[in-house]
């Protein structure tokens, strides 16, 4: 319908509503025609106009939905004359259905450029306006007297769009210069750190020195240390920040003490960095600054070349989060296994049991128990069998898992578990939030969609989330639909079901792939998920490399193999193409004399045969079960771990051929 004829339909409307009432009901029929204006907003020019539609039928949920996302395009942009009417239809709504809490922020800022004192606004919940804004609204009205909610909210904001919205407010009221100097400096840094300009940030660092009482706050600190690391004079300042840490208590001693530690980390004195972690660590006000600490501390120990696995042994008893150090045991796992200091890899097993989290006990059971049934370690065939048992009752769906449930039963049982769709949704969201997402997703508007999930991902329900997965994958977007239910599959709590496991393992190009992978005698699954892996199907990705299409191959590597096979000049976004060249380059690493198995030849794909060829030195004679556990380049060591799970899922979900034969092909010695 045409939006000029919208003020005579909505009479029309409501006439009709007496006549079909018992039918439909005129309740029903209402919020129909709201939903309708609010769901066009989104597919029509003029959408604000729709939305303001929307928001004066004041039927539930869509005038609330309405309001907040006209109220987000208002602050997005120099706020228009209807503003007051924004104010007056918030009023309205509130009053009839009480207050929001996703919209108490938007509600605040709506008062605040209303000029409504948001502490007193009938906008805003009684006792909620924050100190702040009824701060900025006394200043602006001439008589702001206490200053110190201006700082308290500095120390504590990082968000680059509220910082944004202040200053325009600031700037639209005329009032910058009304407010106190260290407040509109600090501002303005802050600013400045958000968009990385930190050399220009140092001549506000400057001015801020000279306003003492601006280093009791914590951010000050936090906003300062990248800042001080292009400062000319960073030596003095850093002197100065620790002469001064006898004065402090509390948070903001441990602020100074943590930041001062991260520029010498920066700097590479990583013993002055130690010092100030360990005396930060007595500061830590909270249970997270701890373990922030507590990881740095130990990241600067292994940078002082000291033994990391029995650091993390030593101190496991005393983080709060433990999946917080899995990267720092996985570190130290690989190092550990690289240079063969299995009785360190014994003795941090034997730490984590009880402060370690699943995935880093799994992960170093397996290897102490790969470790002794290569000999490595003096363990029993009890102590092995142990291990194994352990990690595959876990049925986590790692690969850990699926080893581990083939070496102790010799079937993989994990994926057979799963349910065919269907989980219960557990997760705490907002379901106001939810119905538009899923109103949205149902009407195929991939544009709105993806505004909705990029604002409001982690409040959306696990059924809107996972339908908009399906919505991309229909449209030709594989990628993003593997990110979607990738960071949906992370959430605690959810367990994916074999639909995920398709969403998430695409079959795209089958043909193509089967045809040069039959050709260059190559693994199918195993290719299949390198290129999931690599591109995610989306074969015009270029990386910030420069790697481009499916394959993700270098320009000058795709030259070479052009050049052999006689495709000079090909595109390689052409998905044939790309495949092509992907698997041939494959097969030559799979031939060169240095590679002998698919977990040394993805490694060359990925971490460059150079490098292969150094590992193959410095683990001569292991295992490829142990060789792909002591990778030193982490994004090396994870590439090869998902291509073998990966081989699995697709061999599961779209061969007949059995997963153990694919993973025996891959990592032979399981079978022996």
Known sequence: MNRKYLPFFLPLMAGLSFIILPLYGQEELVRSAAEEFYFRSFEESGGEELLL?????????WSGLALMELSHSYLERPVPPSLGKIYRLWKKYVGRYG????????REKVSLLSDHDPERSPLVKPGTGKAFYTSLYHYAQGDGEDPSPLYEYLD???????????????????????LPRPFTEWLTLKLLVQEGEYRLAADRAAELETYPFLGEYAGYYRDLWHVVLTHRDRERILEDWYGRRDSLRGEARWSLLFHSALCRRSMQHYYTSGTLLTEALDWAVSSSDYDRTLWYWLDVLDKRGENLAAALGEKAFLWHDSVFFDDLVDRAASDSVYMGRWRDLLSLEEALGQWGSGESRDRLGWIVAMGGREGFLSLSEEDISSRL?????RNLGSLYTLMAQYQTGG???????????????VSRYEPLLSVVFTGLVARDNIQGARLWYERYASRLSWDSRRKYAYLLRRNGDSLGSIRVIGSLSR?????SSREDLNLLYPLEYAGSLEYWCREYDLSLPFFQALVKTESGYDKDIVSYAGAVGLSQLMPATAEERMELMGLQGASLTEPDINIALGTGYMRWLYDREYIGSSVQAAAAYNGGPGSVRKWNRAMAGYPMILYMEGIPFTQTRDYVKSLVQGALVYCFLYEDIPQERILTDLLPELAE
């Open 99 to 106: 207050y929001d809490d996703y919209s108490e922020g938007i």
């Open 53 to 61: 539609i929307s928001a004066e039928e004041m039927v539930y949920p």
């Open 491 to 495: 959430s605690t709590g959810y367990l």
């Open 389 to 393: 048992e352990k990690i595959a009752e």
């Open 411 to 425: 079937k993989i049982r994990y994926y057979h578990s799963l349910d065919e769709a269907g989980y219960r949704e």
């Open 156 to 178: 504590e904001v990082t968000d680059g769009e509220e910082l944004s919205f202040v200053l325009y407010y600031l700037g639209s009221r005329g009032i910058m210069a009304d």
